[in-house]
């Protein structure tokens, strides 16, 4: 968010949260926006209402799965080749295939999901993983 608005790009950064409201997860975004816009004297301040999180996909909260996050974690791992772990990454891709199917995003936009890691997650929920892909 911070580099964004520095360079002055009218990129949307969009975050999906794995755990909290979205509401709380943007106030804490702010105040890190805040405190490294100063850090840096930038000269740059941040609201809640500059953050953009969505919170629908965090199913029954954090490191639960979900029905779209072993989807996404299936889809991905068969179409692309890249693991995804079910705490974040895998909860994330369903986030963005959600805004997705849901036209959040215009024909012809550029979206670019940033892959954070995770993956020795997948072998600690491997059991979970399987049952949910029984069903």
């Known amino acids: 968010v911070v580099g964004a608005a520095a360079i002055g790009s009218k990129t949307k950064i969009v975050g ?3 755990s909290g409201s979205a509401e709380a997860i943007k106030e804490n975004v702010a105040r890190i926006a805040n405190e490294t816009s100063r850090s840096l004297d930038l000269g740059l301040e941040f609201t809640s209402s500059d953050i953009i999180v969505f919170d629908e996909y965090v199913g029954e909260g954090y490191g639960r799965l979900t029905q779209g ?8 791992a068969r179409e692309e080749g890249i693991l995804l772990d079910p705490v974040y990454t895998g909860k994330a891709m369903s986030g963005l295939m959600g805004l997705a199917e849901s036209g ?10 940033l892959h954070t890691g995770g993956t020795p997650g997948i072998f600690h929920y491997g059991d979970d993983l399987l049952e949910w892909m029984k069903r």
């Open 69 to 76: 996050t072993v989807d996404a974690i299936q889809l991905v």
């Open 16 to 18: 999906i949260s794995v």
């Open 104 to 113: 959040y995003f215009d024909r012809g936009d550029l979206v670019v999901f």
